[in-house]
């Protein structure tokens, strides 16, 4: 350690919110360059790398071959599949001193089917596994949480390629198998669940989330039958029995209550039997879409539904192109503009909802009596205790981090891209494609978050940066005898990471706790009786052991594997 490029910290920084971004700054893991930039200094890297490793390994098993794409990508690909519109603002685009456009690449799916399609040519050819560990760059509005959200990022994307569904299920199933083993020798505790494929296109889809309060991604699970999904997986079926006949709307004066809570407070009514109706514009057009009132618009399940349209939020300026539409008074009674709504407002089901004219609202609106519906989409936030879509039972809500996510594409790029080979009876079949990701450097996060106390980081073994973190405290002959037990370590098969700095006792153990290496060994006072301390960083137990004999000793107990 002392010519290890480290400097660890005492305090956090000031915009550290997230356990993950805290440790590995103090701990010198990590330095921020610019906002959703990060820099891996050498304890960093080597926990990143081993991440890799892991990842690398159990693809290899399943038959993966390694490729290394471009980040800097041209845009003509990206332009065929309609991704170069539909990523939007999250594209960096750029371009060449010749005019031409480029992008830096979010996902890789249009550059491997070309690559596929430029060598490949017969069925005998397939099946076949590619992928790649490398940055892949995205520009979120507002990068937060350290490396949990940034704009450069390093991924793992995997592609699969079969002549037909059959093989592409085998090879969706053997990814799923690989990542299961991945995420368990990661250490991490994690679910898998049913989601939505989003702007990669495709049919079945599952994430894999590891659960944690900070997690961006909200997932339900049932206790009953073992349901799992991202909320945006998760579909609502209405009651088959239609709700009885409803009197005839009444308007009524409801004086400055523009949201939710205020209308029911002034009428003494729950907000779930009122009506929000939320605009949108969709391909630029006004749009207002209407559910419970005591839920969400989910927008990620909206763009879902809708794709590939384009969903733009309703604003200031749009209200004053649209004078009729009075905001918080909306309502759908009068057929002011195309209303699209969930599936909970189902024919017959009544509300309360706005009059269209300020300080007014109407009772007793009845779908499909009072208003119509054009089109009805699963578009409602998710609540705790709603039942489950497999048997009934209340789903339980939870946050979790995606740390992979696996597809079955089908044929989305290789129908663009026209990716044929030769079959057997010498007639052309259209190549079937999966695509599977993991974030790597989201992973480490993940960890963190999941192993982690008030004194810094608890990396499981397979990843830490060290097997064993040595100490020596003192100077009578602690250094020495240090530095030899370090040497006889490594020859053993042991990475060491040997604190020779001669800092004082408390500097060198909270230094130690706080890089988080599994098993701390302290050669101190009792070098002189023979004997050195092991500490075991997770449960935090202490014992004594004598010197002679330290190696095998602690080889079995810090061996990663």
Not at 176 to 202: C, N, Q
Request: proline residues 6%.
């Amino acid at each position: 350690m002392s010519r290890l490029f480290l400097r660890t910290l005492r305090d956090a920084p000031a915009d550290a919110e997230v356990a993950s971004h805290q440790l590995l700054v103090r701990g010198g893991y990590v330095r921020r360059v610019a906002s959703g930039l990060w820099s891996w200094l050498p304890l960093g890297k080597i926990v990143l790398d081993r991440v890799a490793l892991v990842v690398r390994e159990e693809m290899d098993r399943i038959g993966g071959q390694e490729v290394l794409l471009p980040s800097l990508l041209p845009k003509e690909p990206y332009l065929a599949t309609g991704r170069w519109d539909e990523y939007g603002d999250l594209l960096f685009r750029l371009k060449d001193r010749r005019g031409g456009d480029y992008l830096l690449g979010p996902t890789h799916e249009e550059l491997f089917t070309l690559l596929v399609k430029g060598e490949y040519s017969s069925y005998k050819d397939l099946p076949v596994i590619l992928y790649q560990v490398a940055n892949k760059y995205r520009d979120e509005a507002r990068p937060r949480s350290g490396i949990l959200r940034g704009r450069e990022f390093v991924m793992k994307d995997a592609y699969s390629f079969d002549i037909d569904d059959a093989g592409l299920a085998k090879s969706y199933e053997l990814h799923r198998e690989a990542y299961v083993r991945i995420f368990d020798r990661l250490g991490l505790d994690y679910r898998i669940v049913s989601a939505v494929s989003g702007a990669m296109g495709g049919s079945a889809s599952e994430e894999f989330l590891a659960p944690t309060p900070v997690g961006e991604d909200t997932f339900v699970s049932c206790a009953g039958c073992g349901y799992a999904a991202n909320v945006e997986a998760v579909t609502f079926t209405p009651p088959s029995t239609p709700p009885a006949s409803a009197p005839a709307m009444q308007e009524v004066h409801t004086p400055d209550t523009p949201t939710i809570e205020s209308l029911a407070a002034h009428l003494g009514i729950e907000p779930g039997q009122t009506l929000k109706n939320v605009l949108v514009k969709i391909d630029g057009q006004p749009v207002a879409v209407g559910v419970p009132g005591d839920r969400e618009l989910d927008i990620d399940k909206l763009e879902a539904a809708l794709a590939p349209s384009v969903v733009e939020p309703f604003e200031a300026a749009d209200f004053e192109a649209h004078p009729e539409l009075i905001r918080g008074y909306v309502g759908p009674q009068h057929g002011l503009l195309t209303y699209y709504a969930d599936t909970r407002i189902s024919d017959g089901t009544s509300w309360v909802t706005g009059a269209n004219k300020a300080d007014h609202h109407v009772l007793n609106v009845t779908a499909g009596r009072d208003f119509t519906v054009e089109r009805y989409l699963d578009v409602a936030s998710i609540a705790d205790g709603d039942p489950c879509p497999r048997c009934g039972e209340p789903l339980v809500i939870g946050r979790a981090i995606e740390i992979g996510h696996i597809f079955q594409l089908g044929r989305k790029y290789a129908n663009t891209f026209e990716l044929d080979v030769l079959g057997p009876d010498g007639t052309p079949v259209r190549v079937t494609m999966g695509s599977y990701g993991i974030g790597v450097s989201r992973a480490v996060a993940s960890i963190i978050e999941q192993n982690h106390d008030d004194r810094g980081l608890i990396w499981p073994a397979a990843v830490a940066p060290a097997d064993v973190h040595l100490v020596a405290i003192g100077k009578a002959g602690q250094q020495e005898a240090a530095a030899q037990l370090g040497e006889s370590l490594e020859q053993a098969g042991l990475r060491v990471l040997l604190d020779d700095r001669g800092t004082s006792a408390g500097v060198a153990f909270a230094d130690a706790d706080l890089l988080g290496v599994p098993t701390i060994v302290v050669v101190g006072k009792g070098l002189a009786s023979g004997e050195i301390e092991v500490k075991d960083r997770r449960s935090g137990e202490r014992r004594t052991i004598p010197l002679d004999g330290a190696v095998a000793e602690l080889v079995a107990v810090a061996s990663p594997e």
